[in-house]
């Protein structure tokens, strides 16, 4: 190379296969003030050594912006750097070459307002390479400077909002801001859209930018989305899918987000104020007491307001967002009522399913349950059908065919279609296995059938008969044949809550 500066655009152009956080011409714009400064072109040559050091190990991780790194996170490039780049040894003369390099690139950043601050490299800098060796087991920070290790954080009380609506710590805002940039890669497009379906519903919008409400909206929503959405591949929350990825969490992040999930759903009101510091709560479904710190809320105002959100099994402390609504002792009744019958709806599916258990899957149900009683002011939510019928279980309980069971697992993903769906598909075709003597010719027949029927239950949109046929390898009329033995031997109904997914409870809400 004639000089410092092919190099760079050799690796931009041809050595690099990620996008990335770190803009050539930032990078290119920090070697010519060096050099107009007076530094030579073996100097200008090994300061993007360094700098491309970091690149290369940036393009590993999932992090969007320089701004998300925190200490742990350079400690771990340079183990990284150690065991995988070629020419990079973590001696304790390198990594301080490394990290002061690394500093004058980012003062230069932070005069140009391209980051916000240099903090948590000072930081590592001070606790990897500020001593007489090498400390690569180092801790974060919280935010203001102050060095939190692993074993202290096991025993502490984790930071979490101090009051109801209060802001989010600096921790907290950090891990949020990570997840949030892992969850709006492309891979995730998919999940992105279905999770904000379901948040909106069929009868709202998203509030434009400029209106009050568009920030309340997205507060919601990644509450809504990083908690209580069931990712469709694993059907685990994506706090929990994110713990188990493979993207680079540190011991602090991970004890945060395991403390974070355990958090649970619940709508509740204040009952009394227990002194100045603490308020009595009541859990609107099941009546159980807690208490809260006290809320910046007027006295008169906090006994009219319904809160609804996550709340500790201690009822300590709320996690970063609750919502309330202004609602009338009968409004907030009848609210209970028709989330008691959503309760009846899903006992039908999971029979003696506890609260715990039914909001963890449908919380979100209840959300636009409270959204159609208050904003919309419906009578009636949910419709319970007494005179389902409940098919006869033999003494015997009969095997189902396996072959239409593997046929599901492999078609169904296909079509869009959730792990979870998958579940009550198979539950779908082990209750018609059981009333049901099935002479099986072409188990792709079966297959389709189940889909079709599932599908008119629970999505807005029908699935191709003439699709699934060819999947099978059937007839259409064959499919449409088994699709009606399946409604009739089941009494199926369009919202029939054996088999009712979260799009489909969804569906039974607005349309009752």
């Known amino acids: 190379m004639k000089n410092v500066y092919e190099s760079v655009q050799v690796f931009f152009e041809e050595e690099l296969t990620e996008p990335s956080i770190i803009a050539r011409e930032w990078i290119e714009g920090f070697l010519r003030q060096k050099a107009w400064s007076g530094s030579a072109d073996k100097e200008l040559r090994d300061i993007w050594k360094q700098l491309k050091a970091l690149q290369i190990y940036l393009s590993y991780t999932h992090y969007q912006s320089l701004d998300e790194l925190v200490a742990e996170d350079y400690a771990d490039a340079i183990r990284w750097l150690d065991l995988n780049a070629s020419g990079f040894k973590a001696s304790l003369k390198s990594v301080r070459h490394f990290l002061a390099v690394l500093d004058e690139f980012y003062q230069y950043l932070l005069s140009r307002k391209l980051i916000h601050e240099t903090l948590e490299l000072q930081v590592a800098a001070e606790q990897i390479a500020g001593g007489k060796r090498l400390n690569l087991s180092i801790s974060s920070t919280d935010g203001e400077g102050n060095s939190n290790s692993d074993s202290a954080t096991s025993n502490a009380q984790i930071p979490l909002l101090p009051e109801v609506g209060g802001a989010i710590p600096g921790t907290m805002e950090k891990i949020m801001l990570k997840m949030g940039s892992y969850f709006q890669r492309e891979d995730y497009d998919e999940e992105f859209h279905r999770a904000l379906y379901l948040y909106v519903g069929p009868l709202q919008a998203i509030p434009p930018l400029e209106e009050d409400s568009f920030s309340d909206f997205w507060i919601g929503f990644w509450d809504y989305f990083l908690f209580d959405y069931h990712m469709r591949q694993d059907d685990l929350s994506p706090v929990e899918h994110y713990l188990r990825s493979k993207n680079r969490i540190s011991g602090v992040e991970k004890t945060v987000l395991q403390h974070l999930s355990k958090a649970r759903y619940m709508v509740f009101y204040i009952q009394r104020i227990i002194d100045a510091e603490w308020v009595e709560c009541v859990n609107l479904l099941t009546d159980e007491t807690f208490r809260l710190p006290y809320p910046d809320f007027d006295y008169k105002m906090m006994k009219r307001l319904l809160f609804f959100g996550h709340v500790f099994d201690n009822g300590s402390f709320a996690t970063n967002y609750i919502a309330s609504l202004e609602v009338s002792v009968n409004l907030r009744q009848r609210v209970k009522q028709e989330v008691l019958r959503l309760k009846e709806l899903f006992d039908i599916q999971q029979p003696g399913a506890s609260w715990s258990t039914f909001l963890a899957r449908h919380c979100l149900a209840v959300r636009h349950t409270i959204t159609l009683l208050t904003t919309f002011a419906k009578l009636n939510v949910t419709?319970?059908?007494?005179?389902?019928?409940?098919?006869?279980?033999?003494?015997?309980?009969?095997?189902?065919?396996?072959?239409v069971t593997e046929q599901l697992k492999q078609l169904m993903p296909k079509y869009g279609f959730s792990s979870h769906d998958l579940v009550l598909a198979e539950s779908l075709w082990h209750d018609f296995c059981q009333v049901s003597d099935v002479k099986m010719r072409k188990s792709g027949a079966w297959t389709a059938?189940?889909?079709?029927?599932?599908?008119?239950?629970?999505?807005?949109?029908?699935?191709?008969?003439?699709?699934?046929?060819?999947?099978?390898?059937?007839?259409?009329?064959?499919?449409?044949?088994?699709?009606?033995?399946?409604?009739?031997?089941?009494?199926?109904?369009?919202?029939?809550?054996?088999?009712?997914?979260?799009?489909?409870?969804?569906?039974?809400?607005y349309s009752s």
Not at 383 to 403: C, F, G, K, Q, T
Not at 473 to 481: D, F, H, I, K, M
């Open 383 to 403: 419709i319970v059908n007494d005179s389902l019928p409940v098919p006869a279980r033999p003494d015997v309980i009969r095997a189902s065919d396996p072959r």
């Open 449 to 509: 059938a189940v889909i079709s029927c599932y599908a008119m239950m629970n999505t807005p949109f029908s699935v191709s008969v003439d699709d699934l046929a060819d999947e099978g390898g059937v007839s259409v009329a064959s499919v449409y044949t088994n699709r009606r033995r399946l409604s009739e031997a089941l009494g199926l109904r369009q919202h029939d809550p054996r088999y009712l997914s979260e799009e489909g409870i969804l569906l039974l809400l």
